[in-house]
């Protein structure tokens, strides 16, 4: 039953699809549809694309992947946390890339990802030290209760020079990273910022200096710095990626 639910789920948003598929107004980078508008996601108008899938972050971080990286078009190990379903056929088709998928929560969401080849937390990462090139963790760190730990599995792993790309819930004129617990007010405060029930925390401008504090070289990346992109693919503003260079 479950199966046919999701089916029909899919096949519906393929017909909605379709009848907005008649203005070309936005385009999605990663399966390179164009719609008048994408579907409305979680109350947010112009969010998921009918065809892949992707949401406002994904085509974010692929536009980064493509223009500023060489993660497609040289041998790379990549290792990815909770596998996006729009990103994951590019990775895997992609010959130069020795791909891995991990993720500990496989059933959190499996309308927008796929079940991973390794059921592990980025709390204990089962590779050797110094294994990957690339590591792509978006919107994982919130989930999981000792996000300092996740950090140091990650720089572990990763080869000198390597880089893992990170995304999370973040609001940047906070100045300092706000973790929820049971208490009244942080659960209010939780329903205010419309955080989702599962997040442990929302991360403020403080988060650069955490990535720093565990050995990384960090670079912020903001989406609206793209310009025309926001527009083109209906990215949100706000979103911004933290590109964590292993020294």
Known sequence: MQRF?????????KVEGFRASFRRAVECPICHHTY????????????MCYHCRSLERD?????????????FSKPVSLLHFAPEISLYPKFVKSPNISYY??????????????IPQYIMSVTDIKFDDNRFDYIICSH????????????REMYRVLKSGGQAIIAVPADLEMPVT?????????????????????NKRVYGADFIDILAGEGFEVSLILSSSMNDSIRNYALRKSDCLYVCTKK
């Open 101 to 114: 998928t991990a993720d500990w929560m496989v059933t959190l969401n499996s309308y927008l990802q796929v």
């Open 178 to 198: 706000v973790e929820f617990d049971e208490t009244p007010e942080k659960k209010s405060l939780k329903l205010h910022l419309k955080i989702s029930a599962e």
């Open 36 to 47: 008048n508008h994408f579907y409305t996601y979680n109350q947010r108008l112009n969010a």
């Open 5 to 13: 639910k999701k089916r029909l789920k899919h096949l519906l948003l």
């Open 140 to 151: 994982v760190l919130d989930d999981v209760d000792d996000d300092r730990k996740a950090l």
């Open 59 to 71: 085509r974010f971080l692929f536009l980064y992947l493509t223009n500023q990286t060489d993660i």
